[in-house]
């Protein structure tokens, strides 16, 4: 099955130790979106990727960065983590601007990793 | 700011009864709707999309979206104890070429058996 894949699932890092979460998918979608969700609130998107192109929400602290080296891989790079940082981590794929389908930009979100910070 | 805003709930309904969710939102800019299911510490799962005013059914679910009034709803027919879940209302708009997602906070759905 077609899917989106989050690893690890539980991440458990120290105050300050720089930390990598990984997405991976396989329904060829040429978006994916990097979301944080605290608990009892709505998941805030961190960013996107379309295709290659980097967009970053304004209001995403310089401490969150994103890589995409190619179309299934996606990851979320957190430098310096702070004990704010602790939240569940959700990627989610889409197809993007140049399908004409509206139900194209619907939105497939992974199992999300749990960040603890300690 | 763009703002959706749902009732946090919790909303109990009995088994088998209809359970009705609403969704108001800021952003007439807004171009998609969509209802995830959300069980606690699972990740949101799609369960109806619409797009234009008037009703959309699938199965036991329908959404209703009506863009004067900007309201947003899903009623869930004959409802099941696995029903249970917190209902994550969001809008979404095109930007950088992806579908941005504005989330409501979501309300919690209890079905009694």
């Given at each position: ?118 | ?49 619409i797009y234009s005013n008037g009703d959309k ?6 959404a209703q979206l009506n863009k ?46």
């Open positions: 099955d077609a899917m989106v894949i989050q690893n690890p699932r539980y991440q458990v890092t120290q105050f300050g130790k720089p930390v990598t979460l990984s997405c991976s998918q396989t329904l060829n979608h040429n978006v994916m979106y990097w979301y944080q969700q605290k608990s009892s609130q709505a998941p805030k998107l961190l960013f996107h990727y379309y295709d290659k192109d980097f967009n970053n929400e304004a209001d995403t602290p310089d401490n969150f960065q994103s890589r995409r080296p190619n179309t299934s891989f996606c990851f979320l790079d957190i430098r310096s983590p702070g004990l704010g940082d602790a939240a569940m981590y959700l990627c989610a794929t889409s197809w993007g601007r140049h399908k004409s389908l509206k139900s194209s930009y619907e939105q497939y979100f992974g199992p999300g990793t749990r960040l603890t910070v300690t | 700011q763009k703002e959706v805003e749902q009732n946090s709930g919790p909303l109990s309904v009995p088994e088998g009864a209809i359970a009705s969710l609403n969704c108001t939102y800021s952003d007439r800019g807004s171009q998609s709707f969509f209802w995830y299911r959300q069980y606690s510490g699972k990740s949101p799962e799609l369960i109806m999309s059914e699938d199965g036991r679910f329908t004067a009034s900007q309201y947003v709803s899903l009623l869930i027919r004959d409802s099941q104890p696995s029903d249970s879940a917190t209902y994550l209302c969001a809008g979404g708009g095109l930007s950088g070429g992806g579908n941005k997602l504005t989330f409501g906070t979501g309300t919690q759905l209890k079905v009694e058996l």
